[in-house]
């Protein structure tokens, strides 16, 4: 059984730094990892996502430049350092995994099979 664990969230002001962690219990070392938010009334969206080699990662745009994903597959972890942080990064950010073609910008979210518990960032102006 996988299960995801997240951890880092908070409250933070507009041009700081969080960083969120995910441990995947019972993962598949070779599955691919990443993070998605959800604010209210939108869509959910791939922030960034990174295969277990670390051969392709995907980022948002809207992200790129400022977060970084990275991942330690021994320990089955995922972590997404987020800098010059704004209001609009204020979402429910979720852990996600699963094998390398379901976690890609442009494809459909339902489709991931492992997901966290969600953790929240709010970013104040």
């Known amino acids: 059984q996988v299960q995801l664990v997240e951890s880092g969230g908070g409250l933070v002001q507009a041009g700081g730094s969080l960083r969120l962690s995910c441990i995947g219990y019972g993962l598949s070392i070779y599955s691919r990892m990443g993070w998605f938010r959800q604010a209210p009334g939108q869509e959910r969206e791939l922030v960034a996502a990174?295969?277990?080699?670390?051969?392709?990662?995907d980022y948002a745009d809207s992200v790129k430049g400022r977060f970084t994903i990275s991942r330690d597959n021994a320990r089955r972890a995922v972590y997404l350092q987020m800098n010059s942080l704004t209001p609009d990064d204020t979402a429910v950010y979720y852990c996600?995994?699963?094998?390398?073609?379901?976690?890609?910008?442009?494809?459909?979210?339902?489709?991931?099979?492992?997901w966290g518990q969600g953790t929240q960032v709010t970013v104040s102006s």
């Open positions: 990174r295969s277990w080699s670390g051969g392709t990662t």
């Open positions: 996600a995994a699963d094998q390398d073609d379901r976690l890609r910008i442009g494809k459909p979210w339902s489709t991931i099979r492992y």
